[in-house]
């Protein structure tokens, strides 16, 4: 299968709080990250659909991230791929900084 996304995602790990139709969610995780998405793995299966709109907090490496997200995929597993569609400009500037770091070996 031919590879769809602009940026690579990078592996990584980290709480993450998701709200959908007003049903706030609670120690989710994040798996992997992106510049345009992630991926989402809820505590329990949701009724999510691709095209839900969602708020996102998440933190990674101690750097926290606030978005707002819309669902575009669901996993037989019942993760989520989500595109992140509203970052403000200083989380989007550490967001690049944390793929950095994410990208570079220790």
Do not use: K
């Not at 839900?52 to 597993?77: H, K």
Request: net charge positive; charged share 25%; hydrophobic share 35%.
């Amino acid at each position: 299968m031919q590879e769809r996304r602009r940026t690579p995602r990078h592996a990584c790990h980290g709480p993450a709080d998701f709200r959908v139709h007003n049903w706030y969610l609670r120690r989710g995780r994040i798996l992997n990250l992106c510049l345009e998405g992630c991926l989402l793995q809820p505590r329990q299966a949701t009724g999510y659909r691709p095209g839900d709109t969602l708020d996102l907090r998440f933190e990674i490496n101690r750097l926290a991230f606030r978005a707002q997200c819309i669902v575009r995929r669901i996993n037989p597993d019942h993760t989520l791929g989500v595109e992140l569609l509203e970052l403000s400009t200083r989380n989007r500037a550490q967001l690049r900084e944390l793929l950095n770091e994410l990208m570079s070996p220790l």
